[in-house]
């Protein structure tokens, strides 16, 4: 399905499968370190580390699904999106706000909705899947705009209440619980993708991608593993949609539709698609660079993400993570 | 003796044109047996019937006695039929143990486990390792597949046929546009397999075919020619105006 | 009953307006996606530039409306042909992921010129006097600039259909679609064939930009707006078919009109939904022909 050329074998690419060392290598902590070094050093920027955060978690699960598993989607953020009302609901209407409450409910919900969707939509292909992805998107949409009495409508909906995360840390003005608890939930959305991707079923995923047909032949449930896949993803996505209502304490229509979900796509190709770690560096960099260039310069940031777009889909398939494995690989064997 | 595979009566056409006309087949354990016939003859179309890619229009297929007629393809992998395809449908970015282990790993159930990682299916790697070893392709493990030399490419193929552990396996032109440098290792990995699958094999080259067989069936127009061994085929009149008639029309 | 009686008349008649413009518009993208096999969601961007041509023609230069109309579709469809010769071509052998890709930048970097050129208001269209105003039609008055943009585009499909069926072009575009290495074994020059259907495919959005503009608000984000519509109308529809995403465009039309008409605190929920439905039960659309 999918005609990204997966990154070669032995790169920092994590690729899963049957010879794959599963053991977190200690390039691997940077991420992490890095992260707690910014809540120390650059205390300013919190709020904007916790939206980083945030869509790395959304952009892991897109991965998961395109990447790995080669289902491509401009729907992605209707997970995001219904996770991120469901959370935003239960804080401003229903008095619910235990922010775990809160995140499970959104994860359960948009776990549901991606059993549901992908059971209809996954025996499509090709241009009726992408509709498909997209209507469905786009159905949520409607309905968060035009029942504005529980969704506030283009008005969004603001005063989301949430409790002390375990009774004990306020969300301060700052946002440095806001950042913290981001980040634990990312930790875990991490370490069970990465369970997951060098599991036989993480491996069973590239081999659809591969080849679904010679999956089929070799009695592999395809349709299943792809929905059970596309509802793990989904599940991730509104859990990242709940983590954006509560940082935010406001959720409003910009997190569904096919813009969230085009830019979502553009940051996972940026940083590299198929390798855990692509979706770590696309949003960091690309949520950066908007924080600098997109309110000074609107038209500019449109026209350059596109133009990038283009130049990585003609020359740089891998992303800036492939374009780094390229440029080690020549520093390790300069004669080649 | 019990036949392995069979077909009784079976027939399929695409409105008036027949593609399997009665086609009474049967497949004894561990047999090692040609299907042949000039292009168009139905063999593919036989092939696709039996694993069943295609529906027939009637008749009946039965592996090890049981019907598997209305049974889906992967079904019919799950009791024991395995094949392979005339054009290489490998997974081509993975490394070439990776095609194997993933055939294994759903034979052996453990290819939907999301928590232990598939690097510590040890049963499953050594089981891929050592069929790879016995195909010659031991050094190559590693490798993506899409690296390797075609012929090479054409054993992985047979390679993820058999981490199912078929009991019959079907072979559609396992030599196809290998150079025929190469096809005598096809051939030898070939007479290495296993004595108890039922070999069915569907191959132009007449060499492989005369070598590897020890019983012939000639397909011809969708109906069964005749049947018997190689030297009983070779000198057989009807077949040989079957490839004439192809050489001159 | 009398008024519900005329405004199903007048539903009906904008929802064919509407239905229309969009076939001119969406029926490139069906051809290049049956022939081509190339998944191009920057469609809109020709659309939009057409809507372009036309209104900033007719604000800032004294050339008629049809010759605006005229340059709307030549432009485009030479513009079309830079870009599909430079760009899209590389990837016609590439994955669908490359081409939804690549085809989505395409559109931000449209939008984004369109911003720079023209703003983010929607381009005003100042239309000539005669087809302004209601023109007598069956003892009714109905606007003339619909009647006239229903004639047009009526006079475009009669005219593309005929060259579909009637023409050498038309043939060669019939046999690639059903079958491209034999078309290609029989001597067809897929490469000049793929150029010149691709040129008209998007000339004819062009000109569905323009003359729908005063339907569809011709603004920067355009091409992402209008995106889902194409796609329904070609998943719809079917690709490669020409009948099918004409049924499909005058299904939306209609219902669209209807449901803003009738029910507009649905909005287009209801077509999402149809459409949804409507795909599981025919994945291959209305007149799909194959996988």
Redesign the interface.
Known sequence: ??????A??GSAAHT???????RIRWQEWLPWVLAVAAFFGAPDYLSLGARILIFILFALSLDLI?GYA?I?T?GHSAFFGVGAYVAGILGAKLGVTDPLVQLAAAAAAAGVLGVVTGA?IL??????L???T???T??FL??A??ATSITGGADGLAGVVVAPVLGLFRFDLYGKTAYLYSLAVLFVGWWLVR??I???????L??IR??A?????????VYA?MVAVYAISATLAGIAGALLTQTHQFVGLNVLG??PS?EL??ML?LGG?GRIYGAFVGPFVYLIAQDYLAKQF??????G??????L???FA?GGILGIVDAALARLRRPSA | MNAILETRALCKSFGALVVADNVEFRLAPGARHALIGPNGAGKTTLLNLITGRIEPTSGEILLGGEPITGLR??AR??RGLG?T?QIN???????V??NV???I???DG????????????RA??EE?LALLATLGLADD??A?VADLPYGKQRLVEIA?AL??KPKVLLLDEPAAGVPSLESHRILEVLDGLPRDIAILIIEHDMDLVFRFAQRITVLSQGAVLTEGTPAEIGANEAVRQVYLGERHG | MEAFLSSLVSVAFHGLAYGMILYVISVGLAVT?GLMGF?NLAHGVFAMAGGYILTSSLQHTSIPFPAALALAFFAVAAGSVVLERT?YA??YG?????Q???T??????????A??IFGTLQAPVMLPDYIRGQYPLFGREFPTYRVFLIAVSGAMIAALWFGVERTRWGAMVRAAVDNRPMAQSVGINTRRLFTLTFALGSGLAGLGGALGAEIVAVQPTYP?EQ??FY??V??VGG?GSLRGPLVAALLIGFSDTALKYWLP?????FI??A??AL??WR???LFGRR?
């Open positions: 399905m999918s005609a990204l050329p997966p070669a074998a899963g499968g049957y010879v794959a060392d599963p395109l080669g491509i401009l209809i025996r499509t292909t090709g241009l009726t992408l509709m498909l997209l209507a469905i786009l159905v409607e309905i705009n035009k369970r997951l060098y599991s036989p079923f993480g491996a069973s590239t081999g591969e080849n047909v010679r999956m089929h032949a070799v009695g592999a449930p593993r096919l813009e085009g796509l553009i190709i698609v609107p038209e500019y940031w449109y026209f993400i596109g133009l990038i777009l283009v990585v889909v003609l398939r | 393809p992967a992998v799950k094949r395809f449908t490998l997974f081509r970015q993975l490394p143990i990776d282990a993933l055939a790993a759903e034979r453990v290819a939907g486990g999301m928590f232990r990682p598939a690097s510590r299916q499953v790697i891929a493990a590693r993506r993820i981490g199912l | 996606m998944a760009l590389r990837l590439a994955g669908e992921l490359e939804v890709l690549f989505i930048g395409l559109i931000f970097m449209a939008v984004a010129v911003r720079l992402l995106l889902v796609l329904i070609v998943a690709q605190q649905f909005g287009a929920f999402y939904v459409t949804i795909l599981l994945p291959m659309g996988v």
